[in-house]
């Protein structure tokens, strides 16, 4: 009787298998594609954090342009960064993502002007100097919530 019945629900139980076995492959591919998106936008951070440190410390053209690169990657992760909701803070994660490459966009800039002012020895070195050590402060928090959030360990 059991064989029989066995015979009987065969192709069901293996239409459940593969339809199973098909989800599980779907909603992974996503997770896999979140996971990739989160490491290529830390990757593109570390880049940038690098590159403002070095120009931060050195007066070359080559370290303004480096860091004019890996600002403008930073901001093409940032606008293409999309997380499924299988990532927990989905929403969070996204919105801190453009606030860490606005806060990055307007460090190099502050830092630009400040370098600038240097150069022309302009009155307001302690004002732009400030604003740059404010704008670095702003982004690093921003970060180190994104990394809280994507639950990254140190």
């Not at 029989?4 to 909603?27: E, H, N, P, R, S």
């Not at 830390?42 to 880049?47: G, I, L, N, P, W």
């Not at 909701?85 to 990055?104: G, T």
Request: hydrophobic share 40%; glycine share 4%.
């Amino acid at each position: 009787m059991n064989m029989q019945m066995a015979k009987k629900y065969k192709w069901v139980i293996i239409l459940t298998i593969v339809v199973l076995v098909g989800l599980f492959i779907f909603f992974y591919s996503f997770y896999l594609k979140d996971m990739k998106a989160l490491a290529d936008f830390s990757a593109s951070y570390e880049k940038y954090d690098q590159a403002i440190s070095d120009f931060s410390a050195g007066e070359t053209d080559d370290l303004e342009k480096k860091a004019g690169d890996t600002l403008t990657e930073l901001n093409e992760k940032a606008a293409a960064f999309r997380l499924s909701s299988l990532i927990k803070n989905d929403a969070e994660l996204m919105d801190i993502a453009h606030k860490v490459a606005d806060f990055s966009g307007r460090e190099l800039e502050n830092l630009r002007a400040y370098k600038r002012s240097l150069q022309s020895q302009s009155a307001d070195l302690d004002k732009l100097a400030k604003e740059y050590s404010d704008m670095t402060g702003k982004r690093k928090i921003a970060y180190s919530r994104f990394r809280e959030l994507a639950e990254f360990k140190d």
